[in-house]
Structure formats: structure tokens, C-alpha cells
């Protein structure tokens, strides 16, 4: 078994900054990609960035130019640094990571944490 655990998020101002941060622990062989996504009231849950094992990231086009997703592969550890912070970035953020096991591999998320901008 696997367990996400995410930190960091909260209130934020706009035009504001924050970090989130997530660990994998648990029976890990290795993670092919990490990343995060964010599900907003009513919408449906999208990918905000990810990264693979090889360092490739690829991010939406409403936060490319204001995020940075960075990952620690010893670690098993993913960041996701957001600035500019707009209303509309308000959602529940989840940490996500495909992990390998021994036998099979299979999708883990954490239990997610609200990002909330506003004035």
C-alpha cells in the first residue's frame, strides 16, 4: 500500500504565492510520474502539472507561466510552487502519482487540500 500526503495550501491573496508539497511512502519499486490536480465546486477534477521520472513536466495552459513543478526522485517527493494566484485557481488540490510495484503498478492520490484566493 501506498499513502500521498499532501502539505502547504490555505488561504492566499491574489496575486499571491504558495507551495504544495507531497510524500509517497509505502511498498514503492519506483514512481513513473508525480504531478498534481485540482478539482473546483462543480467542475470536474483537471491536471494542474506533472512530472515524470525523467524530469519531462508538462502543465496547463492556465498555469504554465506561474507554476514550477520540481520532484525529488530519492525522496519520492513532489512540489508544486504557484505564483500569481487568480480567484479562479480556488479548488481542492490532490497530489498524484503512478507508482511501480513488484507486480503491477496502479494510480495513488492524496486526500487533497483546499487552496483557497481571495481578498
Known amino acids: 500500500q501506498v499513502q500521498l500526503v499532501e502539505s502547504g495550501g490555505g488561504l492566499v491573496q491574489p496575486g499571491g504565492s504558495l507551495r504544495l508539497s507531497c510524500a509517497a511512502s509505502?511498498?514503492?519499486?519506483?514512481?513513473?510520474?508525480m504531478g498534481w490536480y485540482r478539482q473546483a465546486p462543480g467542475k470536474q477534477r483537471e491536471v494542474v502539472a506533472t512530472?515524470?521520472?525523467?524530469?519531462?513536466?508538462n502543465y496547463a495552459d492556465s498555469v504554465k507561466d506561474r507554476s514550477t513543478i520540481r520532484r525529488d526522485n530519492a525522496r519520492n517527493t513532489v512540489s508544486l510552487q504557484m505564483n500569481s494566484l487568480k480567484p479562479e485557481d480556488t479548488a481542492v488540490y490532490y497530489c498524484?502519482?503512478?507508482?511501480?510495484?513488484?507486480?503491477?503498478?496502479?494510480?495513488?492520490w492524496g486526500q487533497g487540500t483546499q487552496v483557497t484566493v481571495s481578498s
Open positions: 512530472i515524470t521520472d525523467g524530469g519531462f513536466e
Open positions: 498524484y502519482a503512478h507508482v511501480m510495484g513488484q507486480w503491477n503498478s496502479r494510480d495513488y
Open positions: 509505502g511498498t514503492i519499486f519506483s514512481i513513473t510520474a
